[in-house]
């Protein structure tokens, strides 16, 4: 199978089984970028790098779907404001792997 039937896939579990969610993911482009090392989203699409998703199970790539709709959902691009990037992605990383634990979506990618 190949990363963007891969990708749809995770988006139709998504509407099945968190419609919320999954309503978001359907409504974001989802681009394969092999130059972002694993996935990343400037708000409006998401980047798949194709070997990382294509390591993944599919609980796993339902998780990094999820993953990077939540930025966007979260208004992580837009409230960062003057915070280092990097601290500022890995806090809500942080924050974002705890509501998809919580929330039974997918599984966490280690």
């Known amino acids: 199978m190949d990363t963007l039937t891969r990708l ?6 998504l509407i099945l089984g ?3 969610v999954g309503t978001v993911a359907m409504s974001m482009p989802m681009v394969i970028d092999a130059s ?3 996935a990343a989203t400037n708000g409006s699409e998401v ?3 194709p070997d990382f998703v294509d390591s993944l199970d599919d609980d796993e790539v339902t998780f990094l779907v999820a993953h990077e709709c939540f930025h ?8 960062r404001l ?4 990097s601290t500022w992605n890995k806090a ?3 924050v974002i792997n705890q509501l998809l634990h919580d929330e039974g979506i ?3 990618i280690e």
């Open 106 to 108: 997918g599984r966490f």
């Open 8 to 13: 749809s896939k995770a988006k139709t579990s």
């Open 72 to 79: 966007p959902m979260l208004e992580h691009n837009f409230r």
């Open 18 to 20: 968190h419609p919320f």
């Open 36 to 38: 972002v090392p694993t």
């Open 82 to 85: 003057g915070r280092d990037a």
């Open 92 to 94: 809500a990383d942080y």
């Open 47 to 49: 980047r798949f790098n």
